[in-house]
């Protein structure tokens, strides 16, 4: 079959991406399982690290990336409803891995489910066909655009998830967003619109700030290296906001840790810039700040967000459309930070 595949481990990625037309077909379905045809790929940061390689984790080359996808069901395993068949769906790639049963763990022995991703620790979705369990899939309109709809999935629940389920956002408490552009960036500056938030954004470039007012950011905040949680404070008229979302890490956590109210929460779901960060630990105690780190999400999120989707209240934002033999193209945008909003990939 047709399928993107990283032939080799390496830094920077896009070198070794390779459109192919004789990845092996899919093998036959398990109880529990579906078999999806691809309409539409999108990229995550994700597909960088698979490239570059995912620290204490072993992958073998050449292999299949991708966590996001809109498809159709076009067959199911056994123990599976046949009404799945022919549904329009986009995928939760977070897979949960059942906890182990030790006598010696104490009851509840995490409060965090452990996660297998498709595209990551599983060959993913960028080819033309795919499987996944059916428990993963979440229903979309048959009219919906399938480069938005694959557009939508990992990033809006990895915002949801870490800001409204972890985060307890309330509708119109006040919200930062730092590194304004990548996908999970641009779901979180919807939801804290859809929920009726005033936010603020940050960014290394002046083009992408215009966007994000454009969508709706109330302040927008050029990040060239200053400290520059005085103007968020400002803006907030020196109260501080309730809270900060925070991907890139490093260059920014300390200017969100100050950009804080009292009892705020500072939610994160990766560390671009590195995961070496200063903080202020007197900033967290005095003032009662909350962290959470978060990854992906549960299938009952997923869906529940998948709902706004389907109504038309939440919508991701698109940056590029590339043809699949074109893929090179668009890791190389992603690779270069070129994007505002997602890159996806049509089959």
């Given at each position: 079959?047709?399928?993107?595949v990283?032939?080799?481990q390496?830094?920077?990625?896009?070198?070794n991406?390779r459109?192919?037309t004789?990845?092996?077909?899919?093998s036959?379905?398990k109880?529990?399982?579906?078999?999806?045809r691809?309409l539409a790929?999108?990229l995550n940061?994700?597909?960088l690290?698979v490239?570059k390689g995912?620290?204490?984790l072993?992958?073998?080359?050449?292999r299949v990336?991708?966590?996001?996808?809109?498809?159709?069901?076009?067959?199911?395993?056994?123990?599976?409803?046949?009404a799945?068949?022919?549904k329009?769906v986009?995928?939760?790639?977070a897979?949960?891995v059942p906890e182990r049963d030790?006598?010696s763990d104490p009851?509840?022995?995490?409060?965090?489910p452990?996660?297998?991703l498709i595209?990551?620790h599983h060959?993913?979705m960028?080819r033309?066909r795919?499987?996944?369990?059916i428990k993963?899939?979440a229903?979309?309109p048959?009219?919906?655009?399938?480069?938005e709809?694959?557009a939508?999935?990992?990033?809006?629940?990895?915002?949801?998830?870490?800001?409204?389920?972890?985060?307890?956002?309330a509708?119109?408490?006040s919200?930062?967003?730092?590194?304004?552009g990548?996908?999970?960036?641009?779901?979180?500056l919807?939801?804290?619109k859809?929920?009726?938030?005033p936010?603020?954004v940050t960014?290394?470039h002046?083009?992408?700030?215009?966007k994000a007012?454009?969508?709706?950011?109330d302040l927008?905040?050029?990040d060239q290296?200053q400290?520059w949680?005085?103007?968020?404070?400002?803006w907030?008229?020196?109260r501080?906001?309730?809270?900060?979302?925070?991907?890139?890490g490093?260059a920014?956590h300390?200017?969100c840790?100050?950009?804080l109210a009292?009892g705020?929460?500072?939610?994160?779901?990766?560390c671009t810039?590195g995961?070496?960060?200063?903080?202020?630990?007197?900033?967290v105690?005095?003032?009662?700040l909350?962290f959470f780190?978060?990854t992906?999400?549960?299938n009952?999120?997923?869906?529940e967000?998948?709902?706004?989707?389907?109504?038309?209240?939440?919508r991701?934002?698109?940056?590029?459309?590339?043809d699949?033999?074109?893929?090179?193209?668009?890791y190389?945008?992603?690779?270069g930070?070129?994007q505002?909003?997602?890159i996806?990939i049509?089959?």
């Amino acid at each position: 079959m047709r399928a993107v595949v990283v032939e080799r481990q390496g830094n920077p990625v896009t070198p070794n991406i390779r459109f192919r037309t004789d990845w092996p077909e899919l093998s036959p379905l398990k109880p529990g399982e579906a078999s999806l045809r691809t309409l539409a790929t999108a990229l995550n940061h994700m597909d960088l690290w698979v490239g570059k390689g995912v620290p204490g984790l072993t992958l073998d080359y050449p292999r299949v990336s991708g966590c996001d996808a809109c498809a159709v069901v076009e067959a199911v395993g056994p123990g599976v409803d046949g009404a799945w068949v022919g549904k329009r769906v986009i995928v939760n790639a977070a897979m949960m891995v059942p906890e182990r049963d030790h006598p010696s763990d104490p009851p509840a022995s995490t409060l965090a489910p452990i996660f297998e991703l498709i595209g990551e620790h599983h060959h993913g979705m960028l080819r033309e066909r795919f499987t996944a369990p059916i428990k993963n899939l979440a229903v979309v309109p048959d009219n919906a655009e399938p480069g938005e709809a694959a557009a939508f999935g990992l990033c809006a629940l990895t915002a949801w998830s870490m800001m409204v389920t972890k985060g307890g956002l309330a509708s119109g408490q006040s919200v930062l967003i730092t590194g304004i552009g990548g996908g999970v960036a641009t779901a979180a500056l919807a939801i804290a619109k859809h929920r009726g938030c005033p936010v603020a954004v940050t960014s290394r470039h002046r083009w992408k700030l215009d966007k994000a007012s454009a969508l709706g950011a109330d302040l927008c905040v050029l990040d060239q290296g200053q400290d520059w949680s005085k103007e968020v404070r400002a803006w907030s008229l020196r109260r501080g906001v309730d809270m900060a979302v925070d991907s890139s890490g490093k260059a920014t956590h300390l200017n969100c840790i100050k950009s804080l109210a009292r009892g705020g929460a500072y939610v994160t779901p990766g560390c671009t810039s590195g995961p070496d960060a200063t903080t202020d630990l007197a900033r967290v105690f005095w003032n009662q700040l909350r962290f959470f780190g978060s990854t992906m999400g549960t299938n009952a999120e997923f869906r529940e967000v998948t709902a706004l989707f389907r109504s038309g209240l939440l919508r991701p934002v698109v940056d590029e459309t590339f043809d699949a033999a074109d893929a090179a193209s668009a890791y190389a945008r992603l690779e270069g930070a070129e994007q505002f909003g997602k890159i996806v990939i049509r089959w």
